[in-house]
Nanobody, 122 residues
Framework: QVQLEESGGGSVQAGGSLRLSCKPS????????YAWFRQGPGKEREFVAL????????FYADSVKGRFTISRDNPKNTVYLQMDRLNTEDTGVYYC???????????????WGQGTQVTVAS
């Protein structure tokens, strides 16, 4: 089981930026895929972005495309989610997850972090 430690959440005004970090407890496998999901108040958990760790190919939800960027730093063994032009709809708990399938389905991810709160004020 992989432990995932998220950080970087906080409160920001609409239009601002935040960068989330996700540090796994072990090095990724050759087929590891990391993803960010979020759950807003009264909403179901939804996919945000994913990245194939080796190769770097990424995929985004339509709602964040062009505003969020997922990346990874191999030497630091860390996955990032840069969030720009935030709006109130981005408010929620953000979770990092790891699996082996290149998919936006949360059911495919094996290990999850505890989540980090992001609050965007209008």
């Amino acid at each position: 089981q992989v432990q995932l430690e998220e950080s970087g959440g906080g409160s920001v005004q609409a239009g601002g930026s935040l960068r989330l970090s996700c540090k796994p407890s072990q090095r990724p496998y050759s087929n590891s895929v990391y993803a960010w999901f979020r759950q807003g108040p009264g909403k179901e958990r939804e996919f945000v972005a994913l990245i194939r760790y080796h190769g770097g190919s990424a995929f985004y939800a339509d709602s964040v495309k062009g505003r969020f960027t997922i990346s990874r730093d191999n030497p630091k063994n860390t996955v990032y989610l840069q969030m720009d032009r935030l709006n109130t709809e981005d408010t929620g708990v953000y979770y990092c997850a790891v699996g082996s399938q290149y998919t936006s389905s949360h059911a495919a991810y094996d290990d999850w972090g505890q989540g980090t709160q992001v609050t965007v004020a209008s």
